[in-house]
């Protein structure tokens, strides 16, 4: 082996140093002893070196030992994205859904209904295209994933009507999830085609049950189609005095959308809420609304056949 072979060539060299050492010892002149001593000297530096390489292939091998077996230092970041779909396009026929043409994320039975929202467990891309039908007529469109925020998030994308028109509508927004999000998002959109356009907006205020009517209340005037940060509690919203009021039930951190469905003459204006948390009881609720956030991050391709 490597190792017998190192050890004898170690003991020769010794054993010429030992020799040379002796005769240097029984020289009779000091010049020829000094030389018989250098040379002595030199033999055992080279019976030396080996040994200082085979520590140097030993602290190799032992720093390999400790590299790990992947090197790469720099691991992508993973964020959790939850695609919510919500289906206020007025009709009958439900939505189905697909991505990149193949994979089925809503179809059959589970195709979304009119003024449903839903989770879908689907991780999307940026550029990813969306495919979007109702079940009983040619009515079609698809929506592209644009840039994709570099953090946790709820993508939520509305499918509606065109104002005028047959023809699928988007509206696309990404809004902070979790901890991050500080007090509850909630996503305002108006989806409700009239045949003459009038301005509307989402009145909030504090839910004030009966025991507490001597509380006063505040009101806030929300304008659709953004998304707001809002303190955590209860509150009722309505679009008029003359609508039922629909009860919000906010929780810190938690994400919710109010949408204005309908259709003038054919289906009724509605207010859906999601998710609908009702929580019977009393409240005792000292909240105010915050300021608005604006975040909209996906983009939509928008030609429709």
């Not at 005769?23 to 018989?36: D, N, P, Y």
């Not at 940026?126 to 994933?145: C, N, P, Q, R, Y």
């Not at 356009?197 to 001597?214: G, P, Q, R």
């Not at 509380?215 to 929300?222: A, F, G, H, M």
């Amino acid at each position: 082996s490597s190792t017998r072979q190192f050890a004898v060539r170690t003991s020769l060299a010794h054993l010429r140093a030992l020799r040379l050492l002796a005769t240097a010892i029984i020289e009779s002149t000091l010049l020829a002893a000094t030389q018989m001593f250098s040379k002595a000297l030199v033999f055992m530096a080279v019976a030396a070196v080996p040994s200082l390489a085979v520590v140097s292939d030993h602290a190799k091998s032992h720093k390999a030992a400790l590299r790990p077996a992947d090197e790469s230092m720099v691991k992508p970041f993973k964020f959790d994205q939850q695609l919510l779909v919500c289906n206020a396009y007025p009709s009958h026929s439900p939505m189905t859904l697909t991505r990149n043409g193949g994979e089925a994320l809503a179809s059959g039975k589970d195709a979304l209904r009119f003024r449903e929202c839903r989770h879908i467990d689907s991780k999307l891309q940026a550029h990813d295209k969306l495919d979007l039908m109702l079940s009983e007529s040619a009515i079609h469109g698809t929506f592209e994933v644009g840039a994709l925020p570099a953090s946790d998030a709820v993508l939520l994308l509305v499918l509606q009507k065109r104002d005028h028109s047959k023809l699928l509508s988007f509206q696309s927004f990404a809004f902070p999830s979790g901890a991050q999000a500080g007090g509850a998002q909630l996503a305002v959109i108006d989806a409700y085609k009239a045949n003459h356009s009038s301005f509307a907006s989402l009145k909030v205020e504090d839910h004030i049950s009966k025991e507490n009517k001597a509380v006063s209340k505040r009101v806030e005037e929300l304008n659709f189609n953004r998304v707001y940060t809002l303190e955590e509690g209860v509150y009722d919203a309505a679009v008029s005095d003359q609508q039922p009021k629909k009860l919000l039930n906010l929780v810190k951190s938690q994400s919710y959308v109010v949408l204005r469905t309908g259709e003038e003459r054919n289906f009724p204006e509605s207010l859906v809420v999601y998710p609908d948390v009702m929580q019977s009881g009393s409240f005792n609720c000292h909240c105010a609304v915050l300021t608005m956030v604006l975040v909209a991050c996906m983009t939509a391709s928008m030609p429709m056949l």
